[in-house]
């Protein structure tokens, strides 16, 4: 088994060698498209709080009870 990273001539096609070298190459716009997709694919959704989720949604259970003496 290979120790290295990339792609071996004999296994893959030319242009799968030469798909993998541009996607591998600071100076090549599929490597910054390639870093962007992962950049944007990595982002944590959106959590956004509902009340039923995580606390009571009662209404008695967020005011003060000596109100209703």
């Given at each position: 088994m290979s120790k290295t990273k990339g792609v071996s001539s004999k296994t893959h096609t030319k242009k799968q060698c030469d798909d993998y070298a541009n996607q591998h190459n600071p100076n090549n716009k599929a490597y910054l498209a390639n870093r962007q997709?992962?950049?944007?694919?990595?982002?944590?959704?959106?959590?956004?709080?509902?009340?039923?989720d995580y606390a009571p949604s009662e209404w008695f259970c967020y005011s003060n009870p000596f109100d209703f003496d």
């Open positions: 997709n992962k950049k944007a694919m990595s982002r944590k959704p959106d959590r956004s709080f509902y009340l039923g």
